[in-house]
């Protein structure tokens, strides 16, 4: 990208070098340069470890509910667990994606601190597995971190770039050979990879992922939940800094404001009216065909380290994607586990030849995409035990 100012949607006039400092200054160490305001700076901290902390927020989430908090033991030691209350009980009843999340912070934070000059390490599940009940009791990591002469780790400077892309996707579809030279940059250390782009194939595949948004959007309960999490504002996207919202679907322009205008995550029963719902999908639709290829996350067992793992394959896996000049969305639907998603859930599975206690941990469409609206995160000072 180049440096140039440019306005974000709010109107604000912000440098790009400030809001995707990653793609720019690639390989600076100077933190400052590496925060925009939307994410958490590093330095204002000077404790090593809450910079480090720091820089594991810009993790992708589900929901980007951002369900962490950390009991600090000293300058360089910290425990993770989940934020039992923003945890995904509708769409996510296991809590498995909510650890995928986990797994994507502790290599994000990894990844983030070499960046600082500093080497964390993490230890998973340190007293154990544990019942979703005793999410936020239990802990999720120990994680340490020492000062070292170390370099930034190779895929450290997407951090800032990487994002999720909801949007229409350009351009060809994807050949194995270009999806192998993602897996040249970040070989899966937990989970195997799968890549599917044959025409036909890849039709087969995005009509049943499609298919599980149709069965998440008229179940009440899971559709509510992006209500939930939904922000319908500029004002309440930089209050609450967290959620999903239509900026970073790719909506933009006179639409972007309409539909503000219109949607009210406030009102349950005009979020679930079946013409909302229609608009809704007719638009997701849209994008989701528009798929260069799907990237299938797959483990043999399906424990809670298993999920945690799998969250450190995935993020490594979109941020050696942002620097290749790709672009990566979950399409988890199909694969959560609730009631109703249970017959597609089946199909989906038999689809592509996985039975228990194998799982098909993430699901992602992949191509070509430019630049959204980069989401916010909160500040880790308040989410301190
Ligand atoms: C386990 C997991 C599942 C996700 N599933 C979806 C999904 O089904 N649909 C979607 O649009 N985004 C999904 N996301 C992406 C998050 O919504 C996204 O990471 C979050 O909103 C923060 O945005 P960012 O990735 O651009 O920083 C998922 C992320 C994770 C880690």
Known sequence: ?????????????ISASVLFPGTILAGSKSAQTLVGSRRPNPDNYP???????????????????????FKILSDFEALLYLDESRLLH????????IHIGCGCFLETLRLGASTLGYTAKYELLPEG???????????????????????????????????????????ELMTNSEFDSITALTTAK??????????????????????????????????DESRIW??????????????INLRTDGTKGLLLSIM???????????????????????????????????????????TMSDWILTGIDYVRFQLAADQLGYVIHPVSQVLQEYPEMDDLRARFNGLV????????????????GEKLYYSYRREPENLLI
């Not at 509708?90 to 994606?97: F, I, K, N, V």
């Not at 544990?130 to 020492?146: H, I, M, N, Q, S």
């Not at 922000?231 to 967290?242: F, H, P, V, Y």
């Open 1 to 13: 990208m180049k440096r140039r100012e440019f306005i974000i949607q709010t109107g604000t006039i």
């Open 47 to 69: 404790q090593p470890i809450m910079k480090a902390i720091s820089m594991g927020m810009n993790a992708p989430n589900p929901h980007n509910s951002q369900a962490w908090k």
């Open 90 to 97: 509708a769409t996510d009843p296991p809590g498995r994606q």
């Open 129 to 171: 597995e544990y019942p979703l009940e005793e999410a936020g009791l239990k802990p999720v990591a120990f994680v340490k971190v020492a000062a070292s002469a170390t370099e930034p780790l190779p895929l450290s400077d997407s951090i800032f770039s990487r994002q999720t892309n909801r949007s229409l996707y350009e351009g």
């Open 190 to 223: 937990y989970s195997e990879l799968s890549f599917h782009s044959a025409p036909e194939r890849l039709k087969e595949m995005v009509d049943i992922l499609y298919e599980g948004m149709v069965v998440e959007a008229n179940t009440h309960v899971t559709y």
């Open 230 to 243: 939904f922000r319908s504002s500029q004002k309440k996207i930089e209050t609450k800094r967290d959620g």
């Open 260 to 302: 503000e205008f219109i949607v009210n995550e406030e009102n349950e029963e005009s979020w679930h009216k079946p013409t909302a719902i229609n608009a809704f999908l007719k638009s997701y639709g849209k994008k989701i065909y528009t798929a260069k290829g799907i990237v299938l996350f797959k483990t043999q067992s399906n």
């Open 353 to 368: 030849g996985v039975s228990e206690p194998s799982k098909i941990q993430m699901g992602v469409r992949i191509g070509r």
